[in-house]
């Protein structure tokens, strides 16, 4: 072992190679070689006694490392030509190396051995990623072999040079090899210069339609359509004008070809500069990606199709459900009502609610897929949320009679969370306990884990049956229940769960379940939950309004569904409103024209002009309306369908189906005597 580390070190040392400063023949190889193998870093490593030295390196902020580290100490020492390691995590050779533990994570790497010209191996010209990849094909191998001949050329030249032998043979057979690679290549091959005249084209262009011979001396711009002449001759300056950190470039192309259709190629140039650091010429690699762009535009297609079609069915299911739902509500308030027709009303809610849920599920699984859901943080006081979550389940609750209790350990009740993603959790998490529980009870527990106390921890524990330990590694997937007896008796898409996990993965956070020593089950979920920068009172809930509460003031109610229009109606009824209807965003803006109003309750989805139309047409010419609140009544659900509400001049938005608490508070709030008072002096 000592004697080949002996040899090596003389050659290097006859090569007084190490430490020198960067040469064009190597950085083009190591380029060269980067561009044909797409990857990410490409280095000529060569072998001290203690260190790996890179001669020349694409992509690798390193100039050296300790000789440890090295992968291609390895291939040296086992006396190989090629090594390649295809998934570093599993190679026993590589798995504990800092560089594919840390924060390179190299996950691949080949090597092709380098040779000194008097026979001793020190080195290799290798290619790294940070993915794994599947095995190199036999012709590959053979690229990176013929590269790594290309090297040891460059090598015995260099040699050659310092000691005057015969260098334009040597010239002439390093040019051989290049020649040779370019011809066996499939990609495109091309060197320019500054101005983008062609000095050598691969035969690859035939594929193209062109003879290499008809592509040498031309511009690249002869092979593009005129409109994109100028952008193409201005990126290639930019390339010439970078820093050597920044002068690879990769763009897909359109480019004619000689029958003059378009085909795109997407390639990387890089320049080759001369011993004094001054960019010479350009040399890039193209590949054909005609049919790779031609998919991807049908799969975004798909995609934009596949949302509209989730936007369209959200809103055709939630209009009819805004009826039952509403109409129910105020079945369920009548006067005198029989007890059987009470019970009734409450199976026609107990079903419509649960109706909404699988909608609200199955939408949210879409978006998750699509990565539609993005976080936005906020002060939250926690244990205001969690009694959110107890309102909304209470009458569940008493129903079975089952006590919902808080357990509040927090030291700082103020967090920042996405309230509104970790209020769905918490509701299926709670919504599921109480389902499942027929006695006792189900408690909701609030701490903060970690050193800091930066970590929110939430409990959800019950009294029910628990969970069998072989159904608990399937709680979490989609369309998936412990049991199928489970939805027999108690219902559910088996979707709350698993849309609960990527929501609090979403989160940065943790999900999980397990039983406890007495009956029942412990749901937790852990998520990064930052103290707010202030303390802030817990928010008030909105004021209870009744139909007789003494709302007073004209409200226009816009919606294209008569049904609708009539539920709103009653919801907001009351002898000192007056309601004028439009079933059209046109007929909107004549009534806004003519009356002053104290609130317009707008839908968004309508025939002749939708409702984002009708409120940028109000805001911007209708002057006795001008500045009167209006609201959103919509059957989309979203941030993005929020955000286009708000940018055409809407107050606030209200999802279908309407809440009759939501909606009496906020015309509670709107329709006051200031609000008249204006009105009344247009």
Request: net charge negative; glycine share 6%.
């Amino acid at each position: 072992m000592e004697s080949a580390i002996a040899a090596r070190l003389a050659a290097l040392n006859r090569l007084e190679i190490l430490d020198s400063a960067p040469e064009a023949s190597f950085d083009s190889l190591v380029g060269l070689t980067a561009q044909i193998f797409d990857a990410p870093m490409a280095a000529i490593s060569l072998l001290d006694a203690d260190r790996q030295w890179f001669k020349a390196r694409v992509g690798l902020d390193l100039s050296q490392t300790d000789i440890c580290l090295s992968f291609c100490l390895h291939a040296v020492v086992a006396g190989e030509k090629l090594m390649e390691v295809r998934d570093t995590r599993l190679d026993p050779r590589t798995a504990d190396n800092p560089l594919v533990t840390g924060e390179m994570g190299l996950r691949y790497y080949a090597g092709a051995v380098i040779h000194a010209p008097t026979g001793e191996a020190i080195g290799a010209l290798c290619i790294l990623d940070t993915r794994p990849r599947r095995p190199m094909s036999e012709a590959r191998r053979t690229q990176l072999r013929t590269l790594a001949d290309g090297v040891e050329d460059a090598l015995r030249l260099r040699l050659e040079l310092t000691l005057h032998r015969e260098t334009e043979a040597r010239l002439i057979q390093s040019e051989a090899s290049y020649r040779m690679l370019s011809d066996h290549c499939h990609d495109i091959l091309v060197r320019a210069d500054r101005d983008g005249r062609i000095s050598y084209a691969s035969p690859s262009t035939r594929a193209l339609g062109y003879a290499p011979e008809e592509v040498v001396g031309r511009c690249f711009t002869d092979f593009v359509a005129p409109q994109d002449r100028v952008a193409v001759l201005a990126a290639l300056a930019r390339l010439f004008d970078s820093s050597p950190s920044d002068e690879v470039m990769q763009a897909p192309y359109p480019v004619l070809t000689s029958a003059g259709d378009t085909v795109w190629l997407e390639g990387a140039s890089s320049l080759v500069r001369d011993s004094e650091g001054r960019a010479t010429e350009v040399v890039s690699v193209y590949r054909d990606v005609t049919a790779q762009r031609a998919l991807q535009k049908r799969l975004e297609a798909a995609v934009e199709a596949k949302a509209a079609f989730l936007a369209n069915m959200s809103h055709e299911l939630r209009t009819p459900l805004t009826s039952i739902l509403g109409f129910s509500a105020l079945l369920a308030k009548t006067p005198g009502l029989p007890h059987a027709a009470g019970a009734h009303v409450t199976r026609i809610t107990t079903a419509g609610t649960a109706l909404l849920a699988l909608i609200n599920d199955i939408l949210d699984v879409s978006k998750l897929e699509a990565g539609q859901i993005e976080l936005e943080l906020e002060t939250t006081h926690i244990p205001a949320l969690a009694e959110e979550v107890r309102d909304i389940l209470s009458v569940q609750a008493s129903v079975k009679g089952v006590a919902l209790q808080i357990t509040d350990n927090l030291r700082c009740p103020d967090r920042q969370v996405d309230s509104l993603r970790l209020r769905q959790v918490l509701l299926n998490l709670a919504g599921n306990a109480v389902k499942f529980t027929d006695q006792g009870a189900v408690s909701i527990r609030l701490a903060e884990v970690g050193d800091e106390g930066d970590r929110l921890r939430i409990e959800v524990i019950d009294s029910g049956p628990g969970i069998a330990d072989a159904h608990r590694k399937r709680l979490f997937q989609r369309f998936v229940q412990a049991d199928s007896s489970v939805t027999r008796k108690h219902g559910g898409s088996g979707l709350g769960l698993a849309i609960s996990r990527e929501l609090v993965e979403l989160m940065g956070g943790e999900i999980g379940a397990e039983n406890r020593d007495q009956p029942g089950a412990c749901f937790w979920v852990e998520i990064p939950a930052p103290q707010a920068p202030q303390k802030v009172a817990p928010a008030a809930p909105p004021p209870v309004v009744s139909p007789a509460s003494g709302l007073s003031g004209r409200v226009l109610i816009v919606d294209d569904h008569p049904i609708n229009r009539e539920l709103v109606r009653l919801f907001i009824g009351s002898p000192n409103v007056t309601t004028v209807e439009a079933d059209n965003g046109q007929m909107a803006i004549d009534r806004a024209m003519a009356e002053p109003f104290d609130l317009i309750l707008m839908d968004v989805n309508m025939p002749v002009m939708d409702g984002l139309a009708a409120t940028s047409a109000i805001r911007a010419s209708c002057r006795l309306n001008a500045e009167t609140p209006i609201v959103a009544l919509t059957a989309q659900t979203g941030s993005e369908i929020e955000e286009k509400c708000f940018a055409a001049g809407m107050d606030a938005v209200l999802a279908k189906p309407i809440a009759h608490r939501d909606l009496l508070a906020l015309a509670a709030q709107v329709m006051g005597p200031a609000t008249r008072a204006r009105i009344a002096a247009a």
